[in-house]
């Protein structure tokens, strides 16, 4: 038998006892030159260029629960960069693009599936938003096509395309680059690489506020105790408000509950994600057979993790109208993120009024595909006290100079 396999038995028989820890959890030191605020995909990946990038790595991850525990373990692992403003499409390419070498950068699988990511065209004028669409992506220089019915039908074959549903398809704009990741691999994987380069990851540390001085954020109160630092870096989504508050200035974000579901394991059926912007509801199948669908989210403020009964009919009810032979499916799970919206539906990323403090946030319904992203330009804030050049159409002051980039009217970007 191999070395490896009896290995693995062994080790699983003795409880794991004697397998190595992925990353450690030390306890707070007094001091560090950067503390990360927020254990998730972007928190950690900030830490990890940061280290990676710019040789720092007397860095600190604070996470006041578990590390992928907020949205970056809440989220429905979808993946694609099709944008139509130059500043949002060169941003959420860089991303993907990254995530394409991210598993061979960290050396841990983080289960790419790039099977293309299919919008469907259910009329005449998304038809001609979605031409549209496709010339600006190719004056951007990202991926993207209209294909027709038939291709449609082929590529899916139990969707509804009969001559009179609720909603027709007439085609599909396809990204082939689009798909999913495993969300918890991307946590994980960049939480091993950031602790091998000396990052302290820090769970079940709560921040309760700041010691200020002149401007400056000199301390972090935890419940841990008391952390001097440099400098600090933002990455907590749903509560960046909260933060902003604690270290006295507001932000322009509201928070939202978006939910999504995920229905017994099938055999294999679905080769791609799907989207109906009719309904809002999107669609993809997991490794293990499940179908994860989730829609549009809830327009109350709210900072809940949970769902509700009327959003449950309204996805269900539009993925059976997609897929009608969803209606002898099974619904096993359901759960909610919060999700910071912007009033441009686009990232805040870079300097806060605090002349330390830099923040990582606003990227509502879409912060999953951006990690990267985000925590790469994060890091580079951090480091150097300036904005990257990807990241400086989304800094504060672009609400005070009336800047905006809404890639929510011109995409229609809702997931």
């Known amino acids: 038998m191999n070395y490896n396999v009896v290995n693995l038995l062994w080790q699983g028989l003795s409880g794991h006892k004697k397998w190595p820890q992925a990353w450690r959890s030390p306890e707070p030191k007094s001091r560090y030159d950067a503390v990360i605020l927020g254990g998730g995909g972007h928190g950690l990946a900030t830490a990890y260029y940061l280290a990676r990038e710019h040789g720092m790595t007397n860095i600190a991850v604070l ?6 525990g907020g949205n970056t373990g809440r989220n429905t692992t979808n993946v694609r960069s099709d944008y139509m403003f ?13 995530y394409e070498t991210l598993g061979k950068d960290l050396n841990y699988n983080i289960m790419l599936s790039q099977r293309g990511w299919l919008t469907l065209i259910h009329d ?12 600006w992506l190719n004056c951007n220089g990202v991926d993207g096509q209209i294909v027709d019915r038939n291709r449609v039908a ?42 091998r380069l000396g990052v302290d990851i820090i769970q079940n540390c709560e921040v309760t506020g700041f010691d200020m001085a002149d401007g400056r954020a000199t301390a972090v109160n935890t419940t841990k105790g008391r952390i001097e630092t440099g400098k600090v870096g933002v990455a907590v989504a749903g509560h960046s408000s909260k933060i902003a508050q604690m270290a006295g200035f507001r932000l322009p974000i509201t928070s939202h509950c978006l939910q999504a579901m995920v229905s017994e394991p099938v055999k294999p059926f679905l080769d791609h994600v799907v989207i109906s912007p009719g309904t809002g509801v999107y669609i993809n199948q997991t490794q293990k057979g499940e179908m994860v669908m989730g829609g549009l989210l809830d327009l109350y403020y709210s900072y809940g993790q949970r769902g509700n009964f009327p959003t449950i009919e309204k996805v269900i009810s539009a993925a059976v109208e997609m897929f009608p032979g969803f209606s002898e499916l099974r619904l096993m799970r359901h759960w909610a993120g919060i999700v910071d919206i912007s009033p441009d539906s686009s990232p805040i990323l870079g300097q806060t009024p605090v002349s330390n403090m830099y923040i990582n946030c606003g990227w509502g319904t879409g912060g999953f595909k951006a990690i990267p992203a985000g925590g790469y330009l994060l890091a580079h804030s951090i480091a150097t006290g300036n904005q990257h050049e990807l990241a400086e159409a989304f800094g504060l002051n672009r609400f005070r100079d009336n800047r905006l980039v809404d890639e929510g009217a011109a995409a229609g970007i809702a997931h």
């Open 154 to 195: 082929e590529m899916m074959p139990g969707l509804n395309v009969s001559d009179n549903p609720r909603y027709p398809v007439r085609g599909a704009f396809l990204q082939e680059r689009g798909g999913t990741i495993r969300h918890d691999a991307v946590a994980w994987g960049y939480a091993r690489a950031a602790d």
């Open 124 to 135: 005449q004028h998304q038809m001609e938003g979605a031409r549209h669409k496709a010339n």
């Open 86 to 98: 130059p500043e949002s499409a060169k941003m959420y390419d860089f991303a993907l693009r990254l």
């Open 63 to 68: 996470e006041k629960g578990w590390i992928g």
